[in-house]
């Protein structure tokens, strides 16, 4: 009995299979694929929010806390003075790597800073170079992720000596 169903089954397929095959039927029509335009325009879209999320986590200031974040934020500094700078990477694959590029206010480069995310790490940190040699002006970093670049951030630069407030903008 069960040879019989089996053979009455494939009999069906395959005239299922021939009844799909006849000229006077048309070709069913493929759905479109999404376009270009559209894939682009989400994967844009999903690239922008990570960078959002990342450069929201971008903090720069005067010491770290206990974590490894900057504990004491601010956007302006004496030459000389230490400048850190935390990010949270809670959301980037460890082997990742985060670079640093340091402008000066005419754009010149002033140094990279590297590091590939290590396993279990939620905050990466930098300090940057020894800064007395930077002249004073907006500054900015660049924070690149992965090899692509995920935004930047400006500070300001003071002549040493003076006092460098120690509130964000």
Not at 132 to 155: D, L, M, N, Q, Y
Request: charged fraction near 10%.
């Amino acid at each position: 009995m069960n040879a019989r169903i089996a053979t009455a089954v494939l009999g069906l397929g395959a005239v299922a299979v021939l009844a799909g095959c006849s000229r006077s039927e048309p070709n069913p029509t493929p759905s479109p694929a999404p376009s270009a335009a559209v894939t682009a325009a989400t994967s844009t879209a999903a690239v922008e929010a990570a960078r959002a999320v990342i450069m929201n986590s971008v903090v720069l200031g005067h010491s770290l806390s206990a974590d490894g974040s900057v504990g004491a934020p601010g956007f302006t500094f004496a030459q000389g003075q230490p400048l850190f700078v935390s990010l949270d990477v809670s959301a980037i694959s460890p082997g990742t790597e985060v670079k640093l590029s340091w402008y000066s206010p005419t754009g010149a480069s002033e140094g990279d800073d590297q590091l590939v995310v290590p396993p279990g790490a939620t905050i990466v940190n930098f300090r940057a170079k020894d800064t007395s040699a930077w002249p004073p002006g907006t500054h900015r970093v660049e924070i690149w992720v992965g090899g692509a670049k995920a935004g930047e951030k400006t500070f300001t630069l003071t002549p040493s000596g003076s006092s460098a407030p120690s509130s964000p903008r």
